[in-house]
């Protein structure tokens, strides 16, 4: 049985690997976008169970994507993990989000939240 | 009977009487004389003077002298003047005469002649022993006449006596002072009156006057003004009238201004003419004149060198411009008399003012001040500050306008206006950079921090005991560096005033998530714990701004953190009460002695606050995080004994969404 689906939308690759590799380390199957026009087409495909999503993306905004996750009902069960170096408007979106990180975000806290995540299935 | 001749005497007596007492100045003497010389010559023994009286047609007369004195004043006499019928004739009076007895004259009979003295109303009544011969009776007449006309003249030169003395009183009881002085065709002067006022004019005895005539024109004339009095002199010796004012010295050597009027008065034969002078006080008609002369070249002065322009409109043709007028708009008086007003006002602003009645040019309105934009001569458009006033000018209703030239106050209005959206621009231009470079700063060093942490928590495999050292210090360095970061932006953002709060929703849960994700970090490579808990009556969701709370909470465990070397730091959030909830940062540190708690809310320099960010980071200052509580309508308290710990307490309004939804 193979692990849940992480979805890291992050145009900064290191970020995106530490953010990875916390997720993998609570036992998530994770996959790296870092333009937000391709993480749309990807999320035609898949219904990911946790997205990590960034704000400032190339071509297409993080925003843009967290406003189509919300409006399909397919993606009910997902997650939305904001990650942005933007507080003010990480605020603005909380409404819309699980849970908003402000970076730096700590490698070990985001393993633990995923962790968390995983033991409960469903709320963070 | 007495004969022609002896009557002829009588005549003759009567006629004499009448021109001895032709000249006596007193009536009464004159009758009375006549009377008793008439009885006497005449050899009658009564007679009377009689005044006749008539008023409202009824003659009466009334009986004011007699011959003897008591005579005819007896009873019977005066019985029957009582009882006189109303109206009677003259007549009559003749009747009423012989009818009347006279006691103790029985021997005689009762003959009475009447002298009737016309216009005057004197009847003088001779009681003789016969009656006289119609002949003398009628040759009487022309001395009836001729004592009448003596009795007139006497009564004139009483009346002008009378008159005379009149005058004198009026003379005497007006304050001007009078003079009459009498000029011949050949130049000769001669004073003939100068009145008692001229003492209680000058000061000086009228005697000085009377004995020296040049004493008026050459000592009481002010000498300044004694050839204009020369003038007037030589005008009345060619028989001019004349009026001057000059001043004169009183005795006591104050001046008083007079006026003196002189009118000419021609004798018949044009040879001699006298002058009737009056000299009148004036002083205190000068004084408020020279008051009036000195306050209006006063005010000429003013309105000629000040710097607001000054015009005055009556019926929209301008009456006056001064001299700032004419710099202020280009123009000549000449050509400001002769334009229209509105020439000057800028278009834009003509029908405001119009409207406004600004300008009415009729109303006594009190005064109104516009800016408005004029027009120079030369089409260049200026500022000024516009005020109009009603007022009477020279006997008519004017409109007083100033304009006050406000064209430097206003550009330097504008450009004081231009630097500061200048400067809002530069700051805020500031507080984007800002942004955006703690924005990028904060992704490398995310980087640092996770690679760092997977390193010390193993990842990469297992580390030796100076790898670790070496780790702690990489993440204690970059802890600082993301301080430094944070701070950045946030500071510009309070001091350019940008700082907008928000009421937003959160989980208090949240807040302590955020701050410990770092904090945790730092914590535990200095070998503390940072332990949170969240009072369960606490809502799961409040209102409030996030970002802000966040950056409070932060910046209390990032101090508790540095200044804390073992044990623990502690994050406590609390419902206080219905009202308030709050959240308590404490600490296992050295405690804040209490000379430092005194000041440790106050502002620090900007040097200092470089200074603690150098040596490990203070965060925003606890100033700040006051400021910014206050701000949210909280209060901070401070709890710290000196090896003890610290605890800080920001207690806050509690708003949950539920209890809003609620309402």
Known sequence: MSNPLALIIEDDLKLADIFAQALQAADFDTEIIRDGEEARHRLATVSPTVVVLDLHLPSLSGEQLLRQIRAEERFAETRVMIATADPILAEALRPDADLVLVKPISFSQLRDLAKRLRLSGSSM | ?663
């Open chain 2, 1 to 663: 009977m007495k004969n022609a001749s002896e009557q002829m005497q009588i005549l003759q007596i009567l006629y004499e009487i009448a021109m001895s007492i032709g000249s006596s100045l007193d009536l009464n003497q004159m009758l009375k004389a006549s009377l008793s010389t008439l009885l006497k010559k005449l050899n009658c023994s009564a007679g009377g003077i009689h005044l006749i009286k008539e008023a409202r047609g009824r003659v009466s007369f009334e009986q004011v002298y007699s011959i003897p004195r008591n005579t005819g004043r007896n009873e019977t006499y005066q019985l029957a003047l009582q009882n006189l019928p109303p109206i009677l004739a003259k007549k009559e009076l003749v009747n009423f005469f012989q009818r009347l007895p006279l006691s103790g004259q029985s021997d005689q009979g009762n003959y009475f002649h009447i002298l009737e003295l016309p216009d005057l109303g004197v009847l003088i009544v001779v009681k003789m022993g016969q009656d006289l011969d119609p002949l003398i009776v009628k040759s009487l007449h022309p001395l009836q006449k001729k004592l009448a006309e003596a009795c007139k003249a006497c009564l004139t030169k009483e009346a002008l006596a009378r008159s005379e003395r009149r005058f004198r009183q009026v003379v005497s009881s007006i304050s001007d002072h009078v003079y009459m002085t009498e000029f011949t065709g050949e130049g000769e002067q001669i004073n003939r009156y100068i009145a008692p006022n001229a003492e209680t004019l000058t000061g000086y005895p009228l005697e000085k006057f009377r004995n020296d005539w040049s004493f008026w024109p050459t000592t009481v004339i002010h000498p300044d003004d004694q050839a204009l009095a020369a003038v007037q002199v030589e005008r009345f010796a060619q028989g001019q009238n004349s009026e001057i004012e000059y001043r004169l010295v009183r005795a006591n050597g104050n001046i008083i201004w007079v006026r003196d009027s002189g009118r000419v008065e021609k004798d018949e034969d044009q040879q001699r003419w006298t002058v009737y002078g009056v000299v009148s006080d004036i002083t205190e008609r000068k004084q408020v004149e020279q008051t009036l002369k000195e306050s209006e070249k006063k005010f000429r002065t003013l309105a000629e060198t000040i710097g607001s322009a000054i015009f005055i409109y009556s019926d929209q043709q301008c009456l006056y411009a001064n001299p700032a007028a004419e710099e202020m708009t280009g123009y000549s008086r000449m050509e400001l008399l002769k334009m229209d007003f509105w020439k000057l006002v800028h278009p834009d602003f003509q029908e405001m003012i119009k409207e406004s009645d600004l300008i009415s040019l009729h109303s006594k309105k009190s005064s109104s001040r516009y800016e408005i934009k004029f027009l120079q001569k030369d089409d260049q458009e200026r500022w000024g500050e516009l005020a109009t006033r009603g007022i009477d000018f020279e006997g008519q209703s004017a409109e007083l306008v100033t304009v006050f030239d406000v064209t430097k106050r206003k550009q330097a209005e504008e450009a004081l206006s231009m630097a500061y959206q200048k400067a809002v621009e530069a700051s805020r231009m500031k507080t984007d950079l800002l942004a955006n470079v703690s924005h990028d700063l904060r992704t490398p060093l995310n980087a640092i921090f996770g690679y760092t942490e997977m390193m010390q928590e193993g990842v990469y495999g297992p580390l030796s005991g100076r790898q670790q050292e070496a780790i702690k210090k990489i993440i204690g360095s970059t802890g600082q560096l993301l301080n430094f970061v944070n701070n950045l932006l946030d500071q510009a953002q309070i001091d350019s005033g940008q700082v907008v709060l928000k009421t937003l929703p959160f989980a208090p849960a949240d807040l302590v998530e955020g701050v410990t994700s770092i904090m945790g970090l730092l914590a535990r490579t200095k070998g503390l714990k940072l332990i949170s808990h969240i009072d369960p009556a606490l809502p799961p969701t409040i209102l409030g701004d996030p970002y802000w709370l966040r950056q409070i909470l932060a910046n209390l465990v990032s101090n508790a953190i540095k200044f804390t070397e073992k044990g623990q730091v502690h994050i406590n959030l609390a419902r206080l009460n219905e009202v308030y909830w709050s959240f308590e940062v404490s600490d296992t540190g050295p405690g804040i002695p209490p000379d430092v708690q005194a000041f440790i809310f106050e502002p620090y320099q900007q040097e200092d606050t470089f200074t603690s960010r150098g040596s490990g980071g203070s965060g925003l200052g606890l100033s700040i995080v006051k400021h910014l509580t206050e701000l949210m309508g909280g209060k901070i308290d401070l709890n710290s004994e000196v090896g003890k710990g610290t605890t800080l307490t920001v207690a806050l309004l509690l708003f949950s969404e539920e209890e809003t939804n609620e309402e």
